[in-house]
């Protein structure tokens, strides 16, 4: 199913969709990774934004 634009709120910014590019990019920017490094760590821990940000500082330690 595609993402209505117009209905953003909180699933939208909880949860990291990596079927949608433009998603992708905005949490690489945000997190300041490249697309492997969000990939490996989504992978990781599923697609919450939280526990994706917990791994990636992991990650980086």
């Known amino acids: 199913m595609a993402d209505d634009k117009t209905k953003v709120g909180g699933q939208d910014r909880t949860r990291i969709n990596t079927g949608e590019d433009d998603e ?3 949490w ?3 997190f300041g990774v490249t697309p492997a490094e969000l990939m490996a760590a989504v ?3 599923r ?3 939280a526990a994706v940000e917990a791994q990636l500082k ?3 330690v």
């Open 58 to 60: 992991v990650s980086k």
């Open 24 to 26: 992708v990019r905005d």
């Open 28 to 30: 690489e920017k945000t």
């Open 47 to 49: 697609n919450g934004a």
């Open 43 to 45: 992978k990781a821990v």
